[in-house]
C-alpha cells in the first residue's frame, strides 16, 4: 500500500531553517511527480512546492518562493523540502502527497503522509 513516513520537522525562531524529508512506498517512486502541503487549523491545505519525477522543481507558493527548495533522491525514495528564513506564518503540519493508483487498481486517488510539523516561533 502506499504509504509515506515524513521527517524534519520541529520548533525554530523566525529566520531560522529546516531541511523536510519524505520516505515514499508503495508505488514507483520515480515515476510520479510529488507535493508538500501545508495546513493549520481551520486553513485550507495550501500546495507549497512540487517536483516533477525527475527532479524538476514545478511550482512554488508565492509566500515561500526564494525561501523553499524542493529536491528529491529517487535511489532513497525520498523528497526533499528545505525551508530557510522561516517565518511565523510558515507554521503548520506538512505532508507530501502523490496521485497514483489506488489499492483496487482501477482509479487514481491522493495519497498522504501523516505529516510533520513544523512551528516557527521565539
Known amino acids: 500500500q502506499v504509504q509515506f513516513v515524513e521527517s524534519g520537522g520541529g520548533l525554530v525562531q523566525p529566520g531560522g531553517s529546516l531541511r523536510l524529508s519524505c520516505v515514499g512506498s508503495g508505488f514507483t517512486f520515480n515515476t510520479h511527480p510529488i507535493n508538500w502541503y501545508r495546513q493549520v487549523p481551520g486553513k485550507e491545505r495550501e500546495q507549497v512546492a512540487s517536483?516533477?519525477?525527475?527532479?524538476?522543481?514545478?511550482k512554488y507558493a508565492d509566500s515561500v518562493k526564494d525561501r523553499f527548495t524542493i529536491s528529491r533522491d529517487n535511489d532513497k525514495n525520498t523528497v526533499y523540502l528545505q525551508m530557510n528564513n522561516l517565518k511565523p506564518e510558515d507554521t503548520g503540519n506538512y505532508f507530501c502527497?502523490?496521485?497514483?493508483?489506488?489499492?483496487?487498481?482501477?482509479?487514481?486517488?491522493?495519497?498522504w503522509g501523516p505529516g510533520t510539523q513544523v512551528t516557527v516561533s521565539s
Open positions: 502527497k502523490v496521485n497514483t493508483w489506488d489499492s483496487s487498481g482501477r482509479q487514481w486517488a491522493d495519497f
Open positions: 517536483i516533477t519525477s525527475f527532479g524538476a522543481p514545478i
